[in-house]
């Protein structure tokens, strides 16, 4: 599986400077954050994601991704409904892909 990259907008709060990136690759999903003086890296490998909910108001949905392993649940806002699913569908399908094996 290729690697995916999605940001979001830079319209919602919070992301006018420095918006937000979601990267799903084949082993883990990652949040990155920056402001001004610091970079903040989450980071959950796909077998250990229990539930991905999504929250989709009229332009934009917030993305809410919880680990088997408890804690923070990684949290992004702002982006589109469509990379939203996307991020659903490529989580879920690499699970569905690992169970196979």
Same mark, same amino acid.
């Given at each position: 599986?290729?690697?995916?990259?999605?940001?979001?907008? !830079?319209?919602?709060? +919070?992301?006018?400077?420095?918006?937000?990136? *979601? @990267?799903? #690759?084949?082993?883990?999903?990652?949040?990155?954050?920056?402001?001004?003086?610091?970079?903040?890296?989450?980071?959950?490998?796909?077998?250990?994601?229990?539930?991905? !909910?999504?929250?989709? +108001?009229?332009?934009?949905?917030?993305?809410? *991704? @919880?680990? #088997?392993?408890?804690?923070?649940?990684?949290?992004?806002?702002?982006?589109?409904?469509?990379?939203?699913?996307?991020?659903?569908?490529?989580?879920?399908?690499?699970?569905?892909?690992?169970?196979?094996?």
């Amino acid at each position: 599986m290729a690697t995916e990259t999605f940001q979001a907008s !830079r319209w919602t709060q +919070g992301n006018r400077l420095f918006p937000t990136w *979601i @990267e799903v #690759t084949d082993t883990a999903v990652t949040r990155r954050k920056r402001s001004w003086f610091t970079r903040n890296e989450m980071s959950i490998h796909l077998m250990r994601v229990a539930s991905v !909910r999504i929250d989709t +108001g009229v332009l934009w949905s917030d993305i809410f *991704i @919880e680990s #088997t392993g408890g804690g923070d649940p990684l949290v992004s806002h702002g982006h589109t409904k469509a990379d939203a699913r996307r991020i659903k569908e490529l989580i879920e399908q690499a699970q569905t892909r690992h169970l196979a094996t």
